[in-house]
Nanobody, 123 residues
Framework: QLQASGGGLVQPGGSLRLSCAAS????????MGWFRQAPGNEREFVAA????????YYSDSVKGRFTIARDRAKNSVDLQMDSLKPEDTAVYYC??????????????????WGQGTLVTVSS
């Protein structure tokens, strides 16, 4: 199970932090990620983290602005979102599973999903 928290309303240029805690095994191949879906759009990859080694991956649209990090003791990942833009407005979903490396950016590769949390970037 995944429990996501965070989100809300922020002005352009502001920051927000999303958190997602997982319960269950985090053995070899485990990864956690964030996806988002804006109205009328498909669900898109935002960031992911492979538990073994802590390797991180980002979409081009958020690279340099968002940071995904893990807390091993809590089995959780945070998504720190800085320099937010109106186009970042979406429902953000936490995901977890055992995707192969080549499928890390595909939502269909993740087995477990948290409830969505709305991020609105607006003045």
């Amino acid at each position: 199970q995944l429990q996501a928290s965070g989100g809300g309303l922020v002005q352009p240029g502001g920051s927000l932090r999303l958190s997602c805690a997982a319960s269950g095994p985090t053995n070899s191949g485990f990864a956690m990620g964030w996806f988002r879906q804006a109205p009328g759009n498909e669900r898109e990859f935002v960031a992911a983290l492979r538990w073994n080694g802590g390797y991180t991956y980002y979409s081009d649209s958020v690279k340099g602005r968002f940071t995904i990090a893990r807390d091993r003791a809590k089995n959780s990942v945070d998504l720190q979102m800085d320099s937010l833009k109106p186009e970042d407005t979406a429902v953000y979903y936490c995901a977890a599973g055992f995707p192969i490396l080549s499928s890390l950016r595909l939502w269909s590769a993740y087995r477990y999903w948290g409830q969505g949390t709305l991020v609105t970037v607006s003045s």
